[in-house]
Every structure is written in structure tokens, then in C-alpha cells.
């Protein structure tokens, strides 16, 4: 089971950035998947960026804004978020999936991120 830690989460005000790091206990170039998914207040954990086959897509809400990055000799992926705005506020999740057909998968405790008005 790969372990996953999230971290970078604060406090910021609208227009802030932030950079959200996730760290794994694993060979990230081994992994099929690696995602963030953002989970606000009383909603459902939604899919911020995907990184899989070395392309990344960005939920419409994150595009333009936010950038998904990776480095192998850390194994880390990272998320640059720029321009935050309340509506970004949640907790951030990392999430990967690896081996065959990505039957493994896991994901890390989280990071919240809150963004003042």
C-alpha cells in the first residue's frame, strides 16, 4: 500500500497562492494515476487535476489557475494554486492509482486550505 502525505494547506486571503505538496512513500514514475480532488464544506470530494500518461487535465474550475507538477527524485507531485478565491476553500486530497488495470489505489489524509474574503 503506498503511503500518501499531503502538505502546504493554510490560511491565505482572495488572490493568494499556495502550493500543495504530496509526498509518497513509492516510486511515483511507477503510477498509473496521480490526482488532487478538493472536498468543500458539505459537498462530495470532486477531481481538481489529473496527471496520467503525461498529460494533465484540469477541471474547468482549475484551469488557468492551478498546476499540477511532479518530481521523480522526491517522489512529490505538487499543486500551484494561484488567484484563490473562497470557492477554493476544502480540504485537498491526493489520490493515486497504480498497478494492473490501477487496482491499487490510495489516497493521503489531506490538507485544508481556506481562503478569507
Known amino acids: 500500500q503506498v503511503q500518501l502525505v499531503e502538505s502546504g494547506g493554510g490560511l491565505v486571503q482572495t488572490g493568494g497562492s499556495l502550493r500543495l505538496s504530496c509526498a509518497a512513500s513509492a516510486s511515483i514514475a511507477g503510477f498509473n494515476v496521480m490526482a488532487w480532488y478538493r472536498q468543500a464544506p458539505g459537498k462530495q470530494r470532486e477531481l481538481v487535476a489529473e496527471?496520467?500518461?503525461?498529460?494533465?487535465t484540469y477541471a474547468d474550475s482549475a484551469k488557468g489557475r492551478f498546476t499540477f507538477s511532479t518530481d521523480n527524485s522526491k517522489n512529490t507531485a505538487y499543486l500551484q494554486m494561484n488567484n484563490l478565491t473562497p470557492e477554493k476553500t476544502g480540504v485537498y486530497f491526493c489520490?493515486?492509482?497504480?498497478?494492473?488495470?490501477?487496482?491499487?489505489?490510495?489516497w493521503g489524509p489531506g490538507t485544508q486550505v481556506t481562503v478569507s474574503s
Open positions: 489520490h493515486v492509482r497504480a498497478g494492473y488495470k490501477s487496482i491499487l489505489s490510495s
Open positions: 496527471f496520467s500518461r503525461l498529460i494533465v
